[in-house]
């Protein structure tokens, strides 16, 4: 058996874990609501999978937001690209995701313009960042990436 404690005074959930909360109404009616947290910077560290080289320029915003077993991320970041041209920069996540590939929207800025971008939350290698048709990244180069999603996390 549980306690359902109706005057919202619970002491505040361990780190992952929301408290339900219960509203009542001008008519007495008893609902549960699931509070919203709020986001929570990270840093991420970076990647490629290969010969590639990637090193951060300016880190502009990575943020994240979990509510129960979903992560709702944002990233954006300048990072200098060397090295032997590969067609993906990975960045870690800021939780461990379980289960299947998940889409992710992405932006490409390479100085130039700003491109779509195909953006892939995969275990375990984190959020990885494609070029449009998966052509190569020009190295060496600079580029501004920015993709916001959701995953599952454990």
């Known amino acids: 058996m549980s306690i359902v404690n109706f005057n919202d005074t619970t002491p505040a959930a361990p780190g992952g874990v929301l408290n339900i909360k219960f509203l009542s ?3 007495g009616n008893i609902s549960a609501y699931d509070p919203v947290g709020t986001w929570q910077n990270w840093t991420p560290s970076y990647s490629t999978g290969s010969a590639m080289t990637v090193s951060l320029i300016t880190l502009n915003d990575a943020q994240y937001l979990r509510m129960g077993p979903l992560v709702f991320f944002k990233v954006s970041t300048q990072v200098s690209l060397g090295g032997t041209a590969a067609n993906l920069v990975a960045i870690s996540l800021p939780v461990a995701m379980v289960g299947f590939n998940v889409l992710a929207t992405a932006a490409i800025n390479d100085g130039a313009a700003v ?4 953006g892939q939350v995969v ?3 984190g959020l990885q960042i494609f070029r449009p048709n998966l052509v190569n990244y ?11 999603g959701f995953y599952r996390c454990v």
Do not use: E, I
Request: no cysteine; charged share 5%.
């Open 138 to 148: 020009a190295v060496p180069g600079t580029y501004t990436l920015t993709a916001a």
């Open 25 to 27: 109404d001008a008519s």
């Open 115 to 118: 491109n779509p971008g195909f």
């Open 123 to 125: 275990t375990p290698n």
